[in-house]
């Protein structure tokens, strides 16, 4: 594993000191929550001599482990040193640090909700082979349940951001998080339980053990890295670096609670990297995952109020995933229509993206309004969960039982729907239109034939979604993030610092065209290989508040205009290059760090 660069499905990646091998992963798999799981003997054991009372109905109450553990814990040293573990907090936490990062969900809540159900969920939990092999055994995504059980995933989600007072100890989230933690001790002992009488239920040697360790750092990854690197760049939204280290300081705590290892996520260059050796090593579809991935998009399908037809959801996996990885998984190919309405949901969440930027005021608004409306909806409402659950063990593995490919029950959906009227896809192709209009109004699409016929973007033999690299470093001492997306028609590469975006200019490729730029790098006299071509015409379409930061913005979009023109003389598509630089003069030696940034995504 000492090639420089990687390339797993989609995504293409620095191998570095910080990245994990196989060898360090999977002793991984074998080693679990040793103390929650004899927390949890103790709180059975304590179960049995005490056992619930029945309802008027005849039935018991669902058991709250968190209750139960609270209220007994000082009268077991095994489940006192579990409290006191929980409700430790380590030096490391800075609660400041953990609000901000609470409110990064619900900044970007749109494209957060929607890249954890079309990446977090079918590019990484329908993939991991171990993961999936527990879920299909727990019965909780069988069709009938599935949609509950995501609920309840999001209520976890909102309840550790829902306020600062929430995740610490004794608040709802902190509770909700002990008791997920218990949960997964309980799946792991009844699975291990059967293996004991049937080894061949589920295969410990090849898998692990049920819920371990490496489940549980890849579970983290996926909630705090993957928004970062994975889903808001698929919708054109870079997050500040700060958020970044924000956001996964909130999950560092939480995996500090999960008895997940925290020395992976201590910064956001190693939790990235981490991230990306789960991508790595565990991505691996398996018949299983079709099974997953087939109930997620019948479970989805038509769901009211928002109707999202099938093919919408398997764009948008396609979008964030790739081709090759939806293949694998089994996922239809939809018509270009529905990339169109990605387009759509992509600009959407830009355009939010970009008001609150400029409007802290509107930012506050919408972090407010979010957290509220999705804790009632999700949490409080009939449609939703109507209470909190407790998490109680309700899916429980049986020998003979696992999950199969399933369809809708009929009784879950209403036939008298019309199946054709979907509002959010309305709205989104409208977006889309409107974009359209907007990008015509300051000349992007002058070079686009408007007699495009849609027939020609071919999903067969064009890289779709669009191939997107990344890189990061640090250039005059500011952090620097260069992430390039290739389209069919166009090359676009963003250059940011501090999650600044400010500044759009594109670069006709076309050979044809005699103009001459006026823009030169200063000559250097040992080195004329990055000298412009002079016969590439920038064009400030958006920014560029003064001379010197038009004057410098549009000889960086010149400079990677030649790059690419070097790197293959036929290439003739627009190149569109974004900037949101600190500073509007730029020394040798920063123009110098950050071209090297940008070759690496080309």
Known sequence: MNADSITKWNYTFQWTDKHLSRQETDPLRYKFD?????????????????????DAQGARPRLDLYALLRDNHEKDQVLCKFWDELHTVPDWVDWDQIARGQKFLYRYAAANFTGFALQGFVGENSAATGVVEVLVRTGG????????????????????????????????????????????????????KLVQSRPEYFNVEKYGVPVNTLDSIHSITTFCCNPMWFQLPKMGIVPKQQEVDDYIALFRYLAYLLATPTEYFETSDKAKAVMESMYLHELEPTPTSKIVGYNFVKCLEDLPPMNISKEFIEAGSRWFNGNELCDALDLGRPGWYYYVLMVGLSWTVMALAFLQRIIPPFDRFMISYCRDSLYHTIILSKSGLSKPTVFDFKYVPQLGKTTGKEEIPSEQRHKDLKRLSRPAERFLFVAFLIG??????????????????????????????????????RVDGLPTDVMSLIFADKIMVTITQDGRLAQWIHVPLDPSDPNLTGHYLPPASDDHSLLPMTHLTPKTLLGGSNTERETLGQLYATQIATIIATKNPQ????????????????????????????????
């Open 34 to 54: 040793e103390l929650g799981a004899a927390a949890l003997e103790k709180l059975q054991e304590i179960s049995a001599q005490n056992p619930l009372a029945k």
């Open 141 to 192: 995504f069988s069709t009938r349940v599935l949609l509950h059980r995501l609920m309840e995933t999001f209520q976890w989600l909102l309840q550790v951001t829902h306020g600062l007072s929430c995740i610490q100890p004794h608040g709802e989230g902190h509770a909700s998080t002990v008791r997920i933690r218990l949960l997964h001790a309980s799946v792991r002992q009844r699975i291990m």
């Open 436 to 473: 359209c209009g907007i990008l015509a109004a300051i000349g992007v699409f002058e070079n686009i034939p408007l007699s495009m016929d849609p027939t020609l973007l071919p999903l067969e033999t064009s890289n779709y979604p669009a191939i997107t690299k990344q890189a990061a470093g």
């Open 571 to 602: 290439e003739n598509r627009t190149v569109i290059v974004g900037l949101g630089l600190s500073k509007s003069e730029a020394s040798r030696e920063a123009f110098y760090d950050t071209i090297d940034l940008v070759k690496k995504c080309l």
